[in-house]
């Protein structure tokens, strides 16, 4: 009966010292945050940061999505759009910046962009778009779309 004890103890201060201490470790595997964050390297989560904080555009995340576990970074909160040049096989679907918006929109207006089409996504309320800062091998809501908010274990401390 002791020994149930102190398990039912180690557990109570096990949970209460997670729900305290919302610093967890984290790793990132893969190249897509390079440089900002290297493969294999050890970070910071705090899975308490959105209890106080609202996210914000440039946040660095973590996040489980459809079984896997992502770090990305927020680009656009709701209410914000992004225009994508998106690609015929969603793949290598490309961040339309302002500079370029102009020029594309007239390609596109003149049937100029075979094999493509520009996009505009309104992130709906409760999801926010996010995307690696080494966009060329990133996989992120350029291709599975906006991710729910909920979805979001917390913030990466740089």
């Not at 440039?58 to 914000?80: C, L, M, N």
């Not at 709906?124 to 906006?146: A, E, H, I, K, Q």
Request: hydrophobic content about 40%.
């Amino acid at each position: 009966m002791r020994g149930k004890s102190i398990m039912i103890a180690a557990a109570a201060g096990s949970l209460l010292s997670a729900l305290a201490l919302p610093l967890r470790p984290t790793v990132v595997l893969g190249q897509s945050m390079a440089p900002t964050l290297r493969s294999g390297g050890f970070y910071v989560l705090n899975t308490g940061y959105y209890r106080r904080h609202p996210i914000k555009r440039r946040d660095v995340v973590v996040f489980r999505h459809r079984g896997e576990t992502f770090t990305k970074r927020i680009y656009a909160i709701p209410g914000q759009r992004v225009l994508m040049l998106r690609y015929d096989d969603n793949v290598g679907n490309e961040i339309v910046e302002a500079w370029q918006t102009d020029s594309l929109r007239r390609l596109s207006r003149e049937h100029r962009l075979p094999g493509k089409c520009l996009e505009e996504v309104l992130v709906p309320p409760g999801y926010c778009f996010v995307v690696g800062d080494n966009r060329t091998v990133s996989y992120d809501s350029r291709s599975f779309g906006c991710i729910p908010i909920s979805e979001i274990l917390g913030h990466v401390g740089l």
